[in-house]
């Protein structure tokens, strides 16, 4: 192995040889790189006005800013050099370290970038108001420190493969430790990833009113391990994250209408002229209490009635409006079927009954011929 001491006289010597030769486009180099350094600083300033606190964590140009403000002097400094490098015809000894030193800054420099703007990219997706005080900033310190770690650890082995380090067994082992890990706590990184897919995919938010399997009730909180979900009945009910998004969940205050369902019966002895105006009278009726029908026809031949179907929309969500208008509609109906002589029957049996000699006794009296 060489000696330090020559490596050091070498590299002393060929320094001050180049100096001697290139003196004036070293000057010029510097020149330059003091312009590109002064560049750089003003556009990190930049970016700290960008970071006004009036736009908010999660709007996109503080996103920009807080990352350009990440850039460190380091990587300033040797994103200069590496630029001029060239120009100045710097020796080759100095050319391998100026590369090297630019390596090192740019893989480091990129990984901060990186890890700000994701940190800032789900501060932007969680940004919603309904998100505010609950599940980010209880899973913001998880995620950050699980970014860090994930972007750092590539950085690392970009950084060893650049310099000639054979990363393949140092990539296997991540591989194997990560798996383990995996294993290990494969419930509590279910839960984990699972709450992370509500906040990004918000497929409901604290307040929603959702239907779950055979459950239903209101969010009232969004955790890292699981989601306390108040029933109507009162109780409150908690499920695991997994367990949660495992299931089809009808999203109850993402409707834009509520559907009310009608089967209404009326009496076989109804004339068939007026059996082919209900459904133009159960429409005049929805619409005069505000509704929407969807539908308002003949459905079946029941047992001891005639049976039309009505399926009313009420715009909106809101069961106070739906339910008043539910009631105030049957009344309508009853009334308007009242006025039409329309009977609604209800079901009823007739019974024949036979004398000895087998003639059949009517239930009713006949009439007299």
């Known amino acids: 192995m060489p000696d330090?001491?020559?490596?050091?006289?070498?590299?002393?010597?060929s320094t001050f040889a180049w100096f001697q030769t290139y003196w004036l486009q070293i000057i010029i180099a510097v020149a330059i790189a003091v312009a590109i350094?002064?560049?750089?600083?003003?556009?990190?300033?930049?970016g700290a006005r960008l970071c006004r606190e009036e736009r908010g964590r999660g709007d996109w140009l503080t996103i920009v800013g807080r990352v350009v403000t990440k850039t460190t002097n380091y990587f300033i400094i040797m994103v200069a050099i590496r630029a001029v490098d060239g120009y100045a015809q710097t020796p080759p000894m100095i050319d391998r370290m100026v590369t090297f030193f630019f390596t090192l800054a740019a893989v480091l420099q990129g990984a901060i970038w990186a890890r700000e703007f994701i940190l800032g990219a789900i501060e932007h997706k969680t940004s919603a108001e309904h998100f505010k005080g609950e599940a980010i900033i209880n899973a913001m310190g998880l995620i950050r420190l699980l970014v860090s770690v994930v972007v750092f650890a590539v950085a690392t082995v970009v950084l060893l493969d650049n310099i000639g380090v054979n990363v393949t067994g140092l990539v296997a082992g991540l591989g194997v430790g990560g798996i383990a890990i995996g294993l290990a706590a494969q419930g509590i990184f279910a839960d984990l990833f699972a709450a992370l897919a509500?906040?990004?995919?918000?497929p409901f938010s604290k307040g929603d009113q959702i239907s779950f399997g055979t459950s239903s009730g209101v969010i009232e909180a969004i955790g890292l391990k699981s989601t306390r979900i108040r029933a109507y009945t009162g109780e409150l009910r908690i499920i695991a994250n997994k367990n949660l998004l495992d299931k089809e969940i009808l999203n109850v205050s993402g409707r834009d209408h509520i559907r009310l369902p009608f089967t209404i019966g009326v009496a076989y002895e109804t004339p068939p002229e007026t059996l082919a105006r209900i459904p133009g009278i159960l429409t005049e009726l929805v619409e005069a209490e505000g509704g929407k029908a969807s539908r308002a026809g003949f459905e079946s031949f029941g047992a001891s009635s005639l049976d039309f179907s009505l399926l009313v929309d009420v715009p909106g969500k809101d069961w106070g409006i739906a339910h008043p208008l539910r009631d105030r509609l049957m009344v309508a109906i009853v009334e308007r079927f009242a006025q039409e002589g329309i009977a609604i029957p209800y079901p009823t049996q007739t019974t024949f009954t036979a004398a000895p000699d087998g003639t059949i006794i009517m239930p009713y009296p006949e009439k007299a011929t």
């Open 4 to 13: 330090v001491s020559v490596q050091v006289r070498d590299l002393s010597n």
């Open 37 to 46: 350094v002064s560049a750089l600083y003003a556009l990190r300033r930049l």
């Open 198 to 202: 509500i906040i990004f995919d918000r």
